[in-house]
């Protein structure tokens, strides 16, 4: 049950996340998307794909685990790691979308924008 409000938390923050950076970013029909080492922009996406691809990716990749931990019996001596898994997978994908988020920024001309 706490991994299912763990990994619902981390979705809504998320989400929440891409909508804050939707209307800051509204001017922009696209948005960067990949870069090189040296930060220049290779490949770019519509506003709204490239804002909702990765909270949708965790939103699976997320399901999939809680999925797994409430159908699968974990190995003896791994009951208790379930939880922290799940939370550290949540926390890493939040994490990247703030990278993200920043690289975008600084893609677009500053990270105050």
């Given at each position: 049950?706490?991994?299912?409000?763990?990994?619902?938390?981390?979705?809504?923050?998320?989400?929440?996340?891409?909508?804050?950076?939707?209307?800051?970013?509204?001017?922009?029909?696209?948005?960067?998307?990949?870069?090189?080492?040296?930060?220049?922009?290779?490949r770019t996406a519509p506003?709204?794909?490239?804002?909702?691809?990765?909270?949708?990716?965790?939103?699976?990749?997320?399901?999939?685990?809680?999925?797994?931990?409430?159908?699968?019996?974990?190995?003896?001596g791994e009951e208790g790691?379930?939880?922290?898994?799940?939370?550290?997978?949540?926390?890493?994908?939040?994490?990247?979308?703030?990278?993200?988020?920043?690289?975008?920024?600084?893609?677009?001309?500053?990270?105050?924008?």
């Amino acid at each position: 049950m706490l991994q299912s409000i763990i990994s619902i938390v981390a979705i809504i923050v998320m989400v929440e996340m891409s909508r804050r950076a939707d209307a800051r970013y509204r001017s922009e029909t696209t948005l960067p998307m990949q870069w090189l080492l040296d930060g220049t922009v290779i490949r770019t996406a519509p506003r709204r794909f490239a804002l909702a691809f990765f909270p949708a990716l965790l939103a699976f990749v997320l399901g999939a685990m809680v999925v797994a931990s409430l159908m699968l019996t974990p190995r003896p001596g791994e009951e208790g790691l379930v939880i922290p898994v799940i939370a550290c997978v949540a926390l890493l994908c939040v994490g990247l979308q703030v990278f993200y988020l920043r690289l975008v920024a600084k893609s677009l001309g500053g990270w105050g924008k």
